[in-house]
Structure formats: C-alpha cells, structure tokens
C-alpha cells in the first residue's frame, strides 16, 4: 500500500516519535519531492554529473543541509530545500518542491513548534498562492 503518514504522525510519541520514526516520516517527504523532480525530469544513472530528477533532488538535499540552522525542525529542512532550489536552479522546482512537502502536511501554514520538541507540530495542506 501508499505510506499514509504526514506532518502530525510525528506527534505520536507512542509509535512514531521515537527518532527513526520521526527520520522516516522525513524521508517519506523526500521520496516524494524526489519521484515528482524524477517524473519532471527524468532518471539519470550518472550520480556525478546527470541532470535527473535524482541528481536534481540528492544536489537540493545536499545543498539544503548546508544552508540550515543547527538542530533543525521539518520546516527548516523544507525552507532550506526551497532555497537551495533559488540558488541553485533559479527557483524553477519551486511549485514541485511545494507540492511534495505540502502533499505530507508540510505546507505553507505548517508549525513545527519547537525544533527539540517531537509533540508540538501543526500540519497544514496548503501552498503558497
């Protein structure tokens, strides 16, 4: 079946909470972003100089860890991501990027509380007009 999760399944510090599962709940968004830049783009096998989908998505993750506060919150892994792609590629992933995040309740009205928190996390569906 389609993993189900988003944004709020982090709030549950019984079964999602704990930190792999928080992981995984990111990792879901990016495999999103990744298949829509992949379906956008293509697939490029050459990880070192292919312009894919992939190596579209691997370089905005890369880049977005760079640009990020220490100790980072989804949010801040998201926006981090979205500016990577101004920098980077002019914006032109932006509706894509936003499509992925928003699609797992990480769109534009998000909260992510507190960064040491697991349990104050808002989702929201929305994206930007």
Not at 80 to 89: F, G, K, N, R, W
């Amino acid at each position: 079946g389609i993993n189900p999760f988003t944004y709020a399944a982090t709030n549950d510090v019984n079964n999602i909470s704990q930190p792999h599962g928080v992981g995984f709940v990111w990792c879901s968004m990016l495999w999103d972003m990744t298949w829509l830049l992949i379906d956008e783009y293509g697939f490029d096998p050459d990880f070192y100089n292919g312009t894919g989908g992939n190596n579209i998505a691997m370089q905005l993750v890369t880049e977005g860890m760079k640009i990020q506060p220490c100790g980072p919150g989804f949010i801040d892994g998201r926006d981090a991501i979205l500016e990577a792609d101004m920098q980077l590629y002019g914006g032109a992933n932006q509706c894509l990027i936003w499509e992925a995040f928003a699609k797992r309740g990480l769109g534009v009205s998000a909260s992510q509380g507190s960064a040491n928190s697991r349990t104050d996390q808002v989702e929201a569906f929305d994206l930007p007009t």
